[in-house]
């Protein structure tokens, strides 16, 4: 599903990725962990295709396609997601017209009908029961004023929504409680079938042990150092990341 | 002839006309008025008031100031430019004349007609001696302009313990049976005790002739009143405004103003409150959306006077283009007004390299037992936030549009009356040039 080959990034003139090879196929889950600083957040964005990272040398390929020239919302549209790390805040936008709205700017570019009033009530509603979201919350401005909790409850929300081929959770357990924590996880696993891919970004191998990887890929100074599979995360959680470098 | 002396030449044969039922008074005010113009002139860019604002190409044109009118405008023309949705009192002018076909005035229990009318008859006459030209700004030369040919306008008087159970608007067409226009209402409005009223002010012109309108409004607010006021500011790129608006307010009252300005080529604003009582509130926002080479400026002005009132200021412009904002919000805190709460926000974006904005908070607070504040900020759109929704598969255009509806979401919020901020919210959308797909 995704091919990303010898990948070189930078921002303003400094490289960050320096040269990383993966291979993602649908049904499987992959985890990046590293230390701070070691790239993991920059890798997801330029997957993303976030404008201000140059990719200077390599490249992402989504089932056959080069990602090269397009724009965030073309890789969208393509089935990329990416669930932030810090959620913007959106006042005056409900998160059920913001989810609209991203639903259906795809539908446009994949040249299917808009989505009925119908259907999207149905879909939240089935969506919202699984993260166990309170309907009254859908009517809230984005983001504004969650707490960040909510605010990662509600990315999960939107990932369930757009139903993304490939998904980039980049440190989706930060700021969560291990209740929250338990339900977020939960709604990804329901989320996963063999058709789409999850890439979890962490920290921490406290998420690991409720989104199962098929694959650790342990990220230091913008290269992959040591791939294995979910045992490695739990040897990274007892000796660290020093033994590494 | 300069645009002076036809002013003043204009001025004569007014002045000839008067009547002798007109009140005396007035009369005696119209004169000094004009004398007091003579005097200063226009203001200049020497003027601090109006340093960044420039009248110079403005005043070049041969601005008719009684254009003879021949009123065929019918309502299907100008629909869209009322609030059509909902009941309301309308008072409406073209080219500074009455119009009773579009208007739907009343006399009971409360007074919304014409100035012109409040002049004439002696009915009027207290309410008139007592307040007509008692706020508006003597030493200001635009004002004493408009004061020296203050002839028509809406006149408001609601009594005490009344409610006013549906909006006022008032709405002013320039057409185009004459070129170069100068149109110079005289706004009363006077709000009695326990009394509330809502009103929908618009100017618009319906042709691109060059249209100077030189507006004032005396609001007076009494004891325990309520007046929610808004401006709507969308008019051609030929048309510009100088929009003078005075407020007195008695204890407790309550006065917001809601100023949104979207078009024309040159608009500004001079708003001032002026408290006569404790526990008073003034409220001020506004929203500033231009392109091209537009510019909007606001000069406001609350003078605490009395211990115990609070004010609250929220001005947000976005600037598409080479447009100008200018932001000049002052507030005065006198010795006696002691726990004043007074805050002031301005927040400006800056869409292009081109478009600039001058914002000057100016604070002057004498009393020490009081809580103040003013933020301004000028940026630029959050990067990350467009990232963000683009993520999402919302494209750029559409990314930035929520982006900025977002920004001026809270002074939107302020917005009493549904109809109209649904329609606010649709003129902001069309300024985005997008298409959101439901009503934000």
Partial sequence: ?245 | MSLTEHLTAAFLAFENKFSAEHNEKVNEIRSNAFTHFEKMGFPSKKDEEWKYTSLKSLLKHDFKVFPKVQNTTEFKEVKKYFLHEIDTYKIVFIDGVYSSFLSETTHDGFDICLLSAALAKPKYKMVIDHYFNKIAKKEDSITSLNTAFSKEGAYINIPKNTVVPKPVQILHFTTGTVSEVLTQPRNLIVVGENAHVQIVERHQSLTDNVVLTNSVTEIFANKRSIIDYYKIQNDLKSASIIDNTYIKQAQQSVASVNTFSFGGNLTRNNLEFYHEGEYITSNLNGITIIKDKQLVDNHTLVNHKFPNCESHELYKGIYFDASTGVFNGKVIVEKEAQKTNAFQQNDSILIDDKASVNSKPQLEIFADDVKCSHGCTIGQLDEDALFYMRSRGIPKKEAKALLLYAFANDALEKIKIPELKTRITKIISNKLDVNLGFDI
């Fill in chain 1, 1 to 245: 599903m995704l091919k990303i080959k010898n990948l070189h990034a930078n921002i303003n003139d400094k490289e960050i990725l320096k040269g990383i090879d993966l291979d993602i196929k649908a049904g499987e889950v992959h985890a990046i962990m590293g230390p701070n600083g070691s790239g993991k957040s920059t890798l997801a964005s330029v997957i993303a295709g976030k404008e201000e990272y140059e990719v200077t040398k390599g490249n992402v390929i989504l089932n056959g396609e080069d990602l090269d020239d397009m724009a965030p919302d073309e890789r969208a549209h393509k089935g990329i997601f990416l669930s932030f790390q810090y959620p913007v805040e959106i006042p005056g936008v409900s998160v059920t017209n913001f989810i609209k709205t991203a639903i259906n700017e795809t539908r446009k570019a994949n040249k299917q009908e808009e989505i009925s009033a119908k259907d999207l009530l149905k879909k939240i509603r089935e969506k919202a029961e699984l993260l166990e979201i309170d309907r009254k919350f859908l009517s809230r401005s984005l983001n504004e004023g969650f707490s960040g909790g909510e605010k990662k409850r509600n990315e999960i929300f939107q990932m369930a929504m757009l139903e993304p081929k490939l998904a980039i959770l980049d440190e989706t357990d930060s700021g969560l409680d291990i209740d929250a924590l338990k339900i977020v996880a939960n709604g990804v696993n329901k989320l996963k079938n063999k058709d789409n891919a999850i890439i979890v970004i962490t920290h921490y191998q406290r998420l690991l042990d409720y989104i199962i990887p098929d694959y650790v890929h342990v990220l230091h100074q913008g290269k992959i150092v040591k791939s294995g599979g979910k045992e490695l995360a739990l040897e990274l959680e007892e000796k660290g990341y020093d033994w590494l470098k």
